[in-house]
Nanobody, 118 residues
Framework: QVQFVESGGGLVQPGGSLRLSCAVS????????MGWYRQAPGKQRELVAG???????NYADSVKGRFTISRDDAKKTVYLQMNSLKPEDTAVYYC????????????WGQGTQVTVSS
């Protein structure tokens, strides 16, 4: 069974940066499209960035130009580099498969908390 272990969150001031990591096990990592999602208090979970097996990426408009998703297939790890962070980026961040045709979301990991505040 696939498992996702997210890390790298923390408290950062507006304008700061963080790099999140997600270690994936229990699956043939390299073939799957992956995504970073976030859930803020009182809001639905949303996809913020995705990367497919060919390393093509897509981003939510709210993070475009500030966040960069990448993957290391040898390490079975997906990353999210977050720059120019804003208070509205505060959320619990999760990784999972990027949902799409023939791809369903798996069980969620524990996520990692990102808090942007002065």
């Amino acid at each position: 069974q696939v498992q996702f272990v997210e890390s790298g969150g923390g408290l950062v001031q507006p304008g700061g940066s963080l790099r999140l990591s997600c270690a994936v096990s229990g699956t043939i990592f390299s073939i799957w499209p992956m995504g970073w999602y976030r859930q803020a208090p009182g809001k639905q979970r949303e996809l913020v960035a995705g990367i497919n097996s060919g390393h093509m990426t897509n981003y939510a408009d709210s993070v475009k130009g500030r966040f960069t998703i990448s993957r290391d297939d040898a390490k079975k790890t997906v990353y999210l580099q977050m720059n120019s962070l804003k208070p509205e980026d505060t959320a619990v961040y999760y990784c999972n498969y990027r949902q799409g045709p023939g791809v369903q979301i798996a069980d969620w990991g524990q996520g990692t908390q990102v808090t942007v505040s002065s």
